[in-house]
């Protein structure tokens, strides 16, 4: 099968269209579809045969974009096979096959149906086969063969990119490279000129220009100044065909604008200015503005003012307020028209950023002069000073003068003056001011101790305008004189051990004064000397405000005195001395030998408890009830007792329980027990109280009268033998006890309950020194020694 096609595109092409026409179809080119045949002989070596080809081209081409009212030829298919008698069925199948592209299944001619755009697809593969038209078989494999749509000029240049924006520095050297635009065009850049691009500018010359080839936009003149004209609107074109006519086009605008630098100085708008300023003005206070021109932007018109010179320098001052600009002229010293009516200032503005590319034209800084004419104005009163200090001595009689504050007009009129206090509503009024004289005195009697400065106000006025007000302070210090005696400095709690010894310090007073004393306070301590000298306290006075508490004997005891007061006197230095008394309590407590307090009274243990008022109460009532539950119980019992022998014939089978306890020796009325004491005392026979006696007296009572000359063991045997034979008392085993010493011994008794009241002259020191077991009989002995000894 052989591929014919007609297209003639190119010179070549058309050569061979013209040959084809001329030769014919037999002489078309063509590519052979039979198989290749290899033929294998035994001893022979493998030979491959180059196949024969029906077609010499794999490919078609066709123009894109053809608007022709017939479909477009492309090209024939042809087979060997096919004698032109219909027998061959030709078939195309691949991209495109059927809708793009059809064939003449009998002749095999192909045609375009539509218009291609090569933009969109450049190719389209097919595949083409001829079949037996009766029984539908391939009278030769397939073929694959590509069908190329021919470009042709049909895109123009495009900036995909603008409208462009950029800047460039004003001042710029002529060539400066300021933006490279780019234009693209979608027709084949392998074919011909219909996508080779070639720059040029429509608009914005003679300032701009661009290079053809490349599209790099440069400046064209030497420094371009933004003040003059600071953006430009630039026009570039983009032709294909290498510029040559009938090259389709494109433009874009590049809007450059000129970027400021330091290129102006700053500049006055004038070389002299005026400004009036009254000479009520407040010291801090703007008073007028002054601004400096600069052509230049942004930080290129930053700007500092300052004042070189003037006799107003010390006067005014000035500052630069960074959003506006503007010079800010600020009061730093009072006006006073009367004195001086005018000044004369040189301002001078000048840039804070240079550049130094342009110091030639410079210098970047500009100066004027400034008078500043003083209004006058009517001013209120001015003190004489800014404020007063004044001194009164406390307890000063009322309409004691205090002091005088003076006011005048400063205005030429010198008008009179008028003072007065201002007072709150809430103020105590202490003093009162002449309104003419201004003279300050007292209202109240002052008291040092409870206010020692007043701050007062004191307002003046003119009297012809009594509007302007004037305010000046005052402060008053109050004198002390001595009104006021010493006391102690707080409530001591002055312990004293017991075994303390003559001349120890127990403790250190100090004093103090409500007055004020200039060079310090001094304080005497002294016993009062119209009272007996104390025996067992004294005091001494440190000479540095303090006194110590000193012991003039040794031990105290607690149990015979427990608290000891000590009447003191205090004087002060002051002109005239005052004095005063106060009595220190000094409470007797049992100590450490290291001084450290073990004990007191029970007192001060109840109140370190820490329990309140309520509590003890609450304690006390417990224990009323207690013992009332305790007497009720008793008095029941004693009601309801029964005999303690319930029946003869159970008296040795029950033990009998005897709760009466007595009331000790000193009881005469529960039993006599004198009887047990001595034998002498049996005299008569004692009844037990406790049955019924049911036997007569025996004549073992009668022996009673002879108990004299017997002795206690004697005694004892005779009691022991008739209570072995009285059947009324308890059975079997009996205790009886009889508290009978005997008679004295020759030798006395050993006991020391009577030693009290004997002399001794024994020195018990030594007791200290046997250790903490003896150390409370120590004690003892030596409270009784010191007492012998007072």
């Not at 104005?377 to 003190?383: G, N």
């Not at 006391?487 to 103090?512: F, M, W």
């Not at 004020?516 to 006075?541: C, M, V, Y």
Request: aromatic content about 8%; glycine content about 6%; overall charge negative.
């Amino acid at each position: 099968m052989k591929i014919t096609s007609t297209s003639c595109i190119c010179p070549v092409l058309v050569c061979l269209c013209f040959v084809q026409r001329c030769y014919g179809t037999a002489q078309h080119s063509s590519i052979k579809g039979t198989r290749n045949q290899t033929k294998h002989i035994e001893g022979e070596t493998e030979v491959h045969h180059r196949p024969k080809r029906g077609w010499v081209w794999n490919q078609f081409f066709v123009l894109e974009e053809h608007m022709g009212p017939d479909p477009q030829y492309v090209g024939k298919l042809h087979s060997n096979s096919d004698k032109g008698d219909g027998s061959v069925k030709y078939i195309l199948t691949g991209e495109g096959a059927g809708t793009i592209f059809i064939i003449d299944d009998t002749t095999g001619d192909i045609h375009s149906t539509k218009s291609l755009d090569r933009e969109q697809k450049t190719h389209y593969v097919l595949h083409a086969q001829a079949i037996d038209r009766r029984t539908n078989k391939p009278l030769e494999p397939e073929s694959e063969f590509i069908i190329k749509v021919q470009d042709i000029n049909d895109n123009a240049p495009k900036f995909t990119d603008g409208p462009y924006i950029v800047t460039v520095p004003e001042m710029s050297d002529m060539g400066t490279s300021v933006l490279q635009v780019t234009a693209t065009d979608a027709d084949d850049p392998t074919y011909g000129n219909s996508a080779r691009v070639v720059y040029s500018i429509l608009q914005g010359q003679p300032y701009f220009s661009v290079d053809p080839k490349t599209g790099v936009i440069r400046t064209a003149l030497h420094n371009m100044d933004r003040e003059a004209r600071e953006h430009y609107s630039v026009v570039i074109q983009a032709k294909d065909m290498a510029g040559q006519v009938g090259g389709l086009s494109g433009s874009t605008t590049v809007n450059i604008t000129l970027t400021d630098v330091n290129d102006n100085p700053p500049r006055f708008p004038q070389k002299h200015y005026q400004l009036y300023v009254p000479e009520s003005a407040q010291v801090g206070s703007a008073v007028g503005k002054i601004k400096a021109n600069d052509a230049d932007t942004g930080s290129n018109a930053d700007m500092t003012y300052s004042i070189i010179n003037g006799d107003g320098v010390g006067i005014f001052s000035i500052s630069t307020d960074k959003e506006t600009r503007e010079g800010i002229l600020s009061l730093k010293k009072p006006l006073n028209y009367e004195k001086k009516k005018s000044y004369t200032l040189n301002i001078e503005g000048a840039n804070t950023h240079l550049d130094f590319r342009f110091s030639h034209l410079g210098p970047f800084k500009d100066a004027t002069m400034l008078k500043i004419i003083v209004g006058d104005v009517d001013e209120p009163p001015l003190f004489s000073m800014p404020s007063y200090v004044m001194e009164v001595y406390e307890n000063a009689k009322i309409g004691t003068v205090v002091g005088t504050v003076l006011a005048q007009d400063p205005d030429s009129a010198n008008s009179l003056v008028r003072y007065f206090i201002d007072y709150n509503a809430e103020d105590d009024r202490f003093f009162n001011i002449d309104a003419n004289t201004g003279t300050i005195k007292t209202t109240k009697v002052l008291d040092r101790e409870e206010t020692p400065w007043y701050n007062i106000t004191v307002a003046a006025s003119e009297n012809d305008n009594p509007s302007l007000l004037s305010h000046v302070t005052v402060v008053i210090r109050v004198l002390d004189v001595n009104d006021n005696p010493p006391e102690l400095a707080r409530e001591y709690d002055i312990v004293v051990c017991e075994n303390s010894k003559p001349g120890q310090v127990i403790h250190t007073i100090s004093a103090t004064d409500k007055d004020d004393f200039a060079n310090g306070q001094r304080f005497n301590f002294f016993l009062d000397e119209h009272l007996s000298i104390n025996p067992n306290f004294t005091l001494k006075d440190n000479e540095d405000n303090t006194a110590s508490i000193l012991t003039r004997r040794r031990r105290f005891s607690r149990t015979i005195q427990d608290v000891y007061y000590l009447p003191i006197m205090i004087s002060d230095g002051g002109i005239p001395s005052l004095s005063s008394s106060s009595t220190l309590t000094i409470r007797v407590c049992a100590c450490e030998r290291d001084g450290r307090v073990r004990t007191c009274r029970a007192e001060a243990l109840l109140s370190s408890a820490g329990l309140s008022t309520g509590a003890l109460i609450a304690i006390l009532l417990c224990v009323v009830i207690l013992l009332a539950i305790v007497v009720l119980f008793i008095t029941l019992r004693r009601s309801k007792k029964e005999p303690l022998i319930i029946s003869e014939e159970d008296v040795r089978e029950n033990v009998v329980t005897y709760d009466d306890e007595g009331g000790g020796e000193e009881d005469t009325e529960a039993f006599d027990i004198t009887a047990l004491r001595n034998p002498s005392a049996a005299e008569e026979l004692k009844h037990r109280r406790d049955i019924r006696p049911e036997v007569k007296l025996t004549p073992r009572h009668q022996t009673f009268s002879t108990l004299e000359s017997i002795d206690v063991q004697e005694f004892i045997k005779q009691r022991l033998a008739e209570a072995d034979l009285d059947p009324s008392v308890p059975p079997y085993d009996s205790l009886q006890t009889y508290a009978y010493e005997g008679q004295r011994s020759e030798a006395g008794s050993i006991s020391s309950l009577d030693s009290a009241t004997t002399q001794s002259d024994q020195d018990y020191q030594y007791l200290g020194d046997w250790g903490p077991e003896f150390k409370k009989l120590a004690e003892l002995y030596g409270e009784i020694e010191s007492e012998r000894t007072t």
